[in-house]
């Protein structure tokens, strides 16, 4: 089943960003280094393209650095956008982004030209901790569940530079089947959008094909390569006590050890896409989201057919 999650305050903020972006200079995206295309806002690129972009890759230590490096070259090659690998509550780390904004933009700055940005990403990926780091007070809510902020805010980070912080915003269709599973585990979305057993299925089928040795290290298992989804899920649920009357798997609790054994990095450090996994699966989205639009125009076109006699 996709996933979907578009609160009504998102549509607000759409329309917020869509404003403010006609005064901006740089847009500074805050992504999930552990899932950097998923986390990638679509709707967030239309409105903003032609603006310099700062791609941050937040929560850097809990993702894996071979990947990172990956996603940094990926963006990197792109016009117009540089990415920066931030762990955005380490001491001092965020400091790097008001150089990298006015490198972006070099014709801003000082009091007669003073620098806006825009400051986006989904919900959850951190970007509230990461204006709390950089303005070295506590302006923004912070809490690993998805949909705190909610209202637009000006901060001053210095007598020339302005940055506008937005609540985090999803896209009102995922046409990424997987980047809904991957959001979904992130917690960038809502927990009545998604059940935890399908979502905890698409994860386990990730991790034991690229990341099997952390599996079977942190649940104490063996050849998880080789099981199935479905008994990697078991296995967990048997090995942490997850169990109902009569010795079977309470395999909801299990669902939610796993995810949460991801949030929290107890099981390592993991990326769940590379650029080309993910470009592969935006083609295949398209493709099915082209053959879905093509489906429901000639529904229509055989209705007026049938309303004209």
């Known amino acids: ?35 950097p295309g998923s986390s990638a806002n679509p709707l967030l690129a239309e409105m903003t393209g032609h603006k310099p972009t700062l791609k941050i890759l937040n929560k850097q230590d809990m ?62 990926a951190g970007k509230s901790t990461l204006i709390n780091a950089l303005s070295n007070k506590r302006h923004a809510k912070t809490a690993d569940e998805a949909g705190i902020t909610k209202l637009e805010q000006r901060i001053t980070l ?48 990730y991790l034991r094909r690229h990341y099997a040795p952390l599996l079977e290290a942190r649940f104490k298992l063996t050849g998880v390569a080789q099981m199935q989804d479905e008994e990697v899920l078991e296995a967990v649920g048997r090995q942490r006590g997850a169990l109902l009357a009569k010795g079977r798997i309470n395999t909801q609790k299990a669902a939610e050890i796993v995810i949460q054994e991801f949030r929290g990095m107890t099981l390592g450090r993991i990326t769940l896409e590379t650029p080309e996994e993910f470009a592969r699966w935006l083609a295949e989205g398209q493709q099915l989201d082209a053959e879905r639009l093509a489906k429901k125009a000639a529904r229509k076109g055989k209705g007026r057919k049938t309303d004209d006699g």
């Open 1 to 35: 089943m996709a996933i979907q999650w578009f609160p009504g305050h998102m549509n607000l903020t759409r329309k917020a960003i869509a404003e403010r972006v006609k005064e901006i200079d740089v847009v500074i995206e805050v992504l999930d280094a552990r899932l």
């Open 63 to 124: 993702a894996d650095p071979v990947r990172t490096q990956q996603w940094q070259d990926h963006y990197n090659a792109i016009p117009g956008t540089r990415a920066i690998p931030l762990q955005a509550n380490a001491a001092g780390a965020a400091q790097q982004l008001v150089p990298a904004c006015h490198a972006l933009a070099p014709g801003r700055g000082g009091l007669a030209k003073p620098m806006r940005v825009l400051i986006c990403g989904v919900p959850n």
């Open 158 to 205: 210095a007598d020339d530079f302005y940055l506008y912080d937005t609540p985090g915003l999803l896209w009102p269709r995922i046409i990424v089947a997987k980047s809904g599973f991957n959001l979904a585990a992130s917690g960038a979305v809502g927990r009545n959008a998604y059940d935890e057993e399908e979502v905890a299925l698409e994860l386990l089928d």
